[in-house]
């Protein structure tokens, strides 16, 4: 029988830098966080990143969407869940949160305060778990998708004081990584290495996986430029403090909602602590790669397309 867990989950489709149109939604975003003074200090923000994280059922810009429109909320759904699962009514002057269905524009969403009924189940009350947990499939699955961008993994002893990094490959001629075609016939493509990963071997596997995260971070934010400026943007002239502080944000989303400890907490939680404002960075960037390295631990993902292939 299928946990409660697996129940709340929809079938969301991430947006995915292939998925979500650059002219649109990455200035709406970017604009609300220059705009307005609701993210741009350092406590709101970290707010935001913690509610993000522990609306781990619903995709990372989902979340984002919900804590627009209801900061408070605790659980949410649609009316037809809330009856055949819950027993519950959404109450008549209930005001709906707006977040994108799959296959479809829109979808209205109710958070339990605005319903009725029996009393939920515990998971349900208290549904995002504890911190601390062992890493699951995800590292393994990254790593095989992390090719579909030409990136090749080293592993490497390097000390106790650096984890991992990522740097543009400069072999000449460059050298080759195969990824899958198609899950159905097993045919695989060649692809040229572009970026050379190295991660520290002596790390547990949580750790191994929080150090990759922030190394894909770094790449998926631009900060170390793009073979396509439609994968992810160029950002290289960005100020130090500011890719940093990105990457850590991502780290955080990703490593929180699956529920394992991470520094970026800490790093974060710190930040807020000492500075009274969050540096200048993109919120865009920060939600749209949190939302494809998920995505990248938890299912194969296809080849990726050049500009102007259908």
Avoid at 58 to 63: E, K, L
Avoid at 130 to 154: A, C, F, S
Wanted: charged letters at 30%.
């Amino acid at each position: 029988m299928e946990s409660i867990e697996q129940e709340l989950l929809f079938p969301e489709e991430p947006l995915t830098t292939e998925s979500w149109d650059e002219r649109v939604t990455q200035r709406a975003l970017d604009e609300l966080f220059k705009a307005t003074i609701a993210y741009r200090s350092s406590q709101s923000y970290l707010e935001l990143m913690r509610f993000i994280a522990r609306f781990r059922f619903y995709s990372v810009f989902n979340a984002m969407l919900i804590h627009i429109q209801r900061p408070g909320a605790r659980f949410v759904a649609p009316p037809s869940r809330w009856e055949r699962e819950y027993d519950r009514r959404v109450k008549p002057d209930a005001n709906p949160l707006v977040i994108l269905q799959p296959m479809g524009p829109v979808m209205f969403v109710f958070d339990v305060s605005d319903t009725e009924g029996k009393r939920l189940p515990p998971q349900v009350e208290n549904p995002f778990g504890v911190g601390g947990g062992p890493i699951g499939n995800e590292l393994k699955q990254t790593i095989e998708n992390v090719k579909r961008d030409g990136i090749r993994i080293h592993k490497s002893r390097m000390g106790s004081q650096r984890a991992g990094s990522i740097r543009t490959s400069k072999l000449s001629p460059p050298a080759y990584v195969e990824f899958p075609k198609s899950a159905k016939t097993g045919d695989k493509k060649r692809l040229p290495v572009l970026y050379e990963l190295t991660i520290n071997l002596d790390m547990r596997p949580e750790a191994c996986y929080a150090t990759l995260v922030h190394e894909l971070a770094h790449l998926y934010c631009g900060h170390v430029g793009t073979p396509d400026k439609k994968w992810w943007p160029d950002r290289r002239s960005l100020p130090r403090n500011s890719r940093e502080f990105e990457a850590e944000s991502v780290t955080y989303l990703v490593c929180s909602r699956l529920g394992i400890d991470n520094p970026s907490a800490e790093y974060l939680a710190g930040y807020a602590k000492t500075e009274d404002q969050v540096p200048d960075i993109s919120l865009d960037s920060v939600i749209k790669a949190a939302g494809l390295v998920e995505e990248m631990g938890k299912r194969r993902l296809s080849p990726r397309k050049p500009s102007g292939v259908a």
